[in-house]
């Protein structure tokens, strides 16, 4: 008998928290925030409270209550009359989800890709705990980290700063460097000798202690392990098998078809039915929806808006949506204009291509945009360093906007005052806003468009094609199920397991929708 616990990715999208366990040995698929949960309390100037560590993520149930999975540092407890650590525990023990894991090894999480929803929670994880994922999912997992906010609790994924108590608030140690997290490297490429530099390169003055990251990886555990890369809306997504005692159990990660990469989301497919699954982990992010627009489509209406604006352009898409930002240098060499991208963005190519030597070139005539700032971080200045001749200010390209493509996002939009442009568009080729918070900031970005005279182009209510979800239709996702074929069919990042059970009625396949925190036993 082999047991599948789900804490997240339940009946919400992201915040994929799935723990296997086969006798002795024990993984997580994913161990993401759930911002669901997330946004029903907080918002940006609401958080959980840093100085509180762990406390305020298990309160409000952003954290599964698993004693023993946890950073210790976090656990703010034994001082000014605060519980000490089983007393800390004691207050999550009446939680239908409790459990203690303490003395049980936890041989991994294995990582499908670098999005929060499914990254983020590592942070909290035991130092221990190793991170399986492919060299592209780590590296721009660390480009994130590294050009990040360092004081946020939940960013810290590829290394941590030991924290303790100051009083009763949880502090930075001083004096003590990043500690790293053990990464293993699935897929069985090795890094060359520069991208092993930039693994341990630590983004301050303080020092970073990563270890070079193992490989290559064949097994998890005593578990056999495949790893099958993955088209999606980040580069370096992977999907997993894993060989149980009962039989292989699979997970989908988030998968697509429509993108330059659909052929692996297809070849992980043949390769899964292969297999025979006993369990099979699927996303269902898009169920009950019907097709929708492809990479290519969004291409060619981004292409068509750049070559009718007068004026500037500026181009909005997802953070770290590279395959995005390629159709826009390809769109810029189309319109004669020139790419210019942020030193953020920049940081995240010059690891992308340590870890894929192989991605089409793109650097060429690229510039990146140098805002007004006071101090820069060790990371900023690096690059600057070694790109001296790509910067340019606003100063520099405001004569002449036209001959530009901005890689911008809502937030980089006050930078709209120093570019002063009059007229050009602005081209918005992200996604449609799933929340309030969301609904109003595409509001204020009209105003900030209004006020420039840019045309706001892909509108996602009023004008369709300029944005490729990340994710399979529901009826492709139904397709690959049946090509696999497994015993189980477990629908998780889902708002919509039904849906499943009732598009894979008679195929002999069961669906098992998960509930949080409850065992769900398959096999003998
Ligand atoms: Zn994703």
Redesign the pocket.
């Known amino acids: 008998m082999i047991a599948l616990t789900c804490y997240g990715g339940v009946g919400e999208i992201?915040g994929n928290k799935l723990l296997l366990e086969d006798g002795e040995s024990r993984l997580f698929f994913d161990f993401g925030t759930s911002y669901g949960q997330r946004y029903r309390y907080f918002e940006e100037y609401l958080k959980p409270r840093t100085g509180a560590g762990l406390l305020d993520y298990l309160e409000m149930g952003l954290l599964p209550p698993l004693r023993g999975l946890y950073r210790e540092d976090l656990i703010p407890s034994g001082q000014r009359g605060l519980p000490g650590e089983a007393a800390f525990w004691q207050t999550f023990s009446a939680s239908p989800a409790y459990r203690d894991l303490q003395g049980q090894e936890i041989h991994g999480v294995l990582l499908?890709?670098a999005?929060l929803?499914?990254s983020g929670a590592i942070s909290f994880l035991r130092g221990d705990i190793p991170v399986y994922t492919t060299l592209t999912t780590a590296f721009t997992a660390k480009a994130i980290q590294d050009t990040g906010k360092s004081s946020d609790l939940d960013g810290e994924i590829c290394y941590f700063s030991r924290r303790s108590l100051e009083g009763d608030y949880l502090s930075p140690e001083r004096g003590s460097g990043y500690q790293g997290r053990p990464f293993v490297i699935v897929g069985g490429q090795a890094p060359s000798p520069e991208a092993a530099l930039f693994w341990r390169q630590s983004p301050s003055t303080k020092a970073l202690h990563l270890d070079r990251a193992q490989l290559p990886a064949n097994q998890i555990g005593r578990l056999p392990l495949r790893a099958f890369p993955l088209d999606?809306?980040?580069l370096g997504?992977a999907g997993y098998a894993v060989e149980t005692s009962q039989g292989w159990v699979a997970y989908s990660?988030?998968l697509r078809l429509h993108g330059a990469r659909g052929q692996r989301s297809r070849d992980f497919a043949a390769g899964l039915a292969a297999l025979r699954p006993l369990a099979f982990l699927c996303e269902g992010t898009r169920a009950g929806e019907g097709p929708g627009v492809t990479e290519e489509e969004a291409f060619r209406s981004c292409l068509a808006a750049a070559r009718e604006a007068k004026g500037m352009v500026v181009a909005d898409f997802g953070a770290r949506n590279v395959e995005r930002l390629f159709s826009f240098a390809a769109i810029a060499a189309e319109t004669k204009r020139r790419l210019v991208i942020t030193p953020r963005d920049a940081y995240l190519l010059e690891a992308l291509y340590l870890a894929e030597p192989e991605l089409p070139g793109l650097w060429g005539d690229v510039l990146i945009y140098q805002e007004r700032r006071g101090k820069r971080d060790k990371w900023e200045k690096g690059l600057w360093e070694r790109h001296a001749g790509r910067a340019i200010r606003a100063e520099d390209m405001r004569g002449d906007l036209g001959r530009f493509i901005l890689c911008f996002s809502f937030w980089d939009v006050n930078e709209l005052i120093d570019l002063a442009p009059r007229g050009g568009a602005y081209i918005y080729s992200s996604t449609e806003a799933h929340n309030e918070e969301q609904a109003l900031d595409l509001r204020r970005l009209e105003n900030w468009v209004g006020h420039f005279g840019l045309a706001l182009r892909g509108h996602p209510e009023r004008e369709r094609g300029f944005h490729a979800s990340?994710?399979a239709s529901g009826e492709e996702l139904l397709a690959l199920i049946r090509q696999v074929r497994p015993h189980y069919l477990v629908p998780i990042h889902t708002e919509h397991p039904e849906y499943f059970a009732a598009g894979l009625a008679g195929t002999g396949i069961e669906v098992s929708p998960p509930e949080y925190g409850r065992r769900l036993a398959f096999g003998g």
């Open positions: 992201g499908s890709h999005h929803d499914h999606h809306s980040v997504a990660g988030d990340g994710h």
